[in-house]
């Protein structure tokens, strides 16, 4: 099966996941062809979509139906919209939380362009909670001022709403979904200041097959990579796709040793990925022992309103101080008509599992939740390869540095899909040659009857990267899971190269290289910053430089 590595115009070196198989082209379908392909339905991804000039013919792939982690989203968008608060505040606040290792300048390019996004939100016709005819703000950790906008707690699902209402009104727009996409197309044989991406090859999940699409340009809308870890309050897609499919295609990534912890998760066996909203705390929420004693205060003097990385270390210290489970969330002090207002859907669902929160507290975990490093981008989300745009949590865009702040993510991926639809609308884009175009092959391959290897390959991956790679990390444990991460790498090679490939099969591939780069990035790291705390370098360097990883071709 032709792996995808570029088009049928040139003679191509085999990947690095081929080695030594036969390539013999099958009877050829013809590619979907558009000016643009969208890989990712979420809030990224569709303000690329939306904000493209109309006469530019799109596509939007998605894995399902819902757009990503958007519609995940509980806590809001931060925006400086109030006269009380300031574009300079927000800066601060946002370079604090980075640890040293945010870029000023994407900083302030992202803040100053804050209210304008969401105006443009409102206009796409997302309603955020208002009180005495202004937008209600919360506060949450990390944040000097109250300056996030929300929808209760559901303002993901409430900005998803709005942006795929206007989607599917858009005529010029096509949507895929069921598709999980497997390699960009773009010729390897050229050095990667040549290169330019002209597709992407998709797997549709129902009809099990892969399909090629033609394009002028490419998006990765992709999200993040908190599936890598075994406890994630993502949704199961989260497997750092476009992350592995640019770095294939010759793009540097940066950061990724930074994967933020969210503190508060709720601990039930059945609620693996429900994340407690911070704006609970934001709110007036404590954190407490099994024993109902407040414990923030002994960690740092913001208390529960610290930056995310330094609360989930506090919960990741008393847990394993005590031996205990899962501590506590306790927001039962408030009025109950207070709690409804603020956060129906976090009480409805506790309320599911028999947790009553305005009677009791609720048991909490850190679990993995937003992935700060990707795919290096400028200010119009390009990347290192010519046609190819990466936007949203799947891009290192110097946002978040070291630790991202509370409700900043929302923003990034508006200013900078809107950027990159403004770029891409602005682009002498090349003519699509459809002859030039290599059809996917499966003639030399057969059907699986282990697929139980991939499903023990997914467990062992997921384990190890939350024992040996988790919220506190050794050189030891990082060399055990580099170690781990190659035997896997080897394993999936060859069933990748000798089975027709399914989605459970390509995801692994994806999470198992975006665990590489985690750990290579984190034992490049001497040092403790942000997110990545190390025993072996418990202190912070007197300046921090991002840890950029490039490609081996």
């Known amino acids: 099966m032709f792996r995808g590595t570029g088009c049928a115009c040139a003679t191509l070196p085999l990947s690095p996941w081929l080695s030594g198989r036969a390539l013999k082209l099958a009877k050829k379908s013809a590619p979907f062809a558009f000016d643009v392909v969208i890989l990712g339905s979420g809030a990224a991804g569709l303000s690329v979509a939306l904000d493209l000039p109309s006469h530019l013919s799109v596509a939007v792939l998605s894995k399902q139906a819902v757009g990503g982690s958007t519609p995940w989203a509980q806590g809001g968008i931060a925006a400086v ?79 998803y709403r709005a942006l795929v209402e206007q989607a599917h009104a858009r005529s010029n727009l096509r949507f895929f979904d069921q598709r999980v996409a497997v390699d960009l197309i773009v010729d390897k044989s050229l050095p990667i200041s040549e290169r330019r991406v002209t597709g992407v090859y998709a797997y549709h999940l129902k009809k099990d097959r892969v399909q090629t699409f033609a394009a002028k340009a490419v998006v990765l809308a992709t999200g993040g990579a908190s599936k890598v870890y075994f406890y994630t309050s993502n949704p199961s897609g989260a497997s750092g796709d476009g992350i592995a499919m640019a770095f294939r295609a010759g793009c540097r990534v940066a950061n990724m040793e930074f994967n933020q912890f969210h503190p508060t998760c709720l601990r039930h066996p059945d609620a693996k990925t429900f994340l407690i909203s911070e704006a609970i705390r934001g709110e007036g929420g404590r954190l407490t022992l099994p024993d109902g004693e407040p414990f923030m205060q002994r960690h740092d003097p913001r208390g529960e309103l610290a930056p995310r990385d330094v609360v989930a270390r506090a919960i990741d210290f008393e847990m394993k101080r005590l031996g205990a489970e899962h501590l506590y969330l306790d927001i039962s002090h408030k009025p109950k008509s207070f709690i409804e207002n603020h956060f129906p859907t976090i009480m409805q669902r506790c309320a599911h599992y028999g947790i009553e929160i305005d009677k009791q507290p609720i048991p909490v975990v850190p679990a993995a939740h937003y992935t700060c490093g990707g795919v290096m981008v400028d200010h119009q989300g390009a990347t290192d390869v010519a046609g190819l745009y990466a936007v949203g949590e799947v891009s290192y865009t110097g946002l978040h540095g070291a630790n991202r702040l509370a409700s900043n993510s929302l923003l990034e991926c508006i200013v900078w899909g809107r950027g990159a639809a403004q770029h891409i609308g602005e682009s002498d884009l090349p003519e699509i040659n459809l002859a030039h175009y290599t059809p996917w092959d499966e003639t030399q391959v057969t059907d699986s009857d282990e697929d139980v290897v991939v499903s023990h390959c997914w467990d062992e991956a997921r384990r190890f990267m939350w024992d040996y790679v988790g919220i506190v990390r050794t050189d030891k444990r990082l060399l055990r899971a580099l170690h781990r991460v190659e035997m896997l790498q080897s394993e999936i090679e060859e069933f990748y190269s000798n089975y027709r490939v399914s989605g459970n099969l390509l995801e692994l591939r994806n999470l198992v290289q975006v665990a590489e780069l985690m750990v290579r990035c984190a034992l490049e790291r001497k040092e403790s910053r942000g997110l990545h705390y190390s025993l072996d370098y418990p202190e912070s360097t007197e300046t921090g430089t991002p840890t950029v990883i490039s490609p081996r071709s």
Request: charged share 25%; glycine share 10%; proline share 0%.
């Open 81 to 159: 919209v109030e006269s009380t608060d300031s574009l300079e505040s927000h800066v601060q606040d946002t370079l604090v939380a980075g640890a040293g290792l945010c870029n000023e300048a994407a900083v302030r390019h992202a803040i100053e362009a804050g209210e304008d996004s969401i105006n443009w939100l409102v206009e796409q016709g997302t309603h955020f909670d208002e009180s005495d005819g202004k937008f209600h703000l919360t506060r949450e950790g990390g944040h000097s001022h109250r300056r996030v906008l929300h929808a209760t707690d559901a303002t993901g699902a409430e900005i």
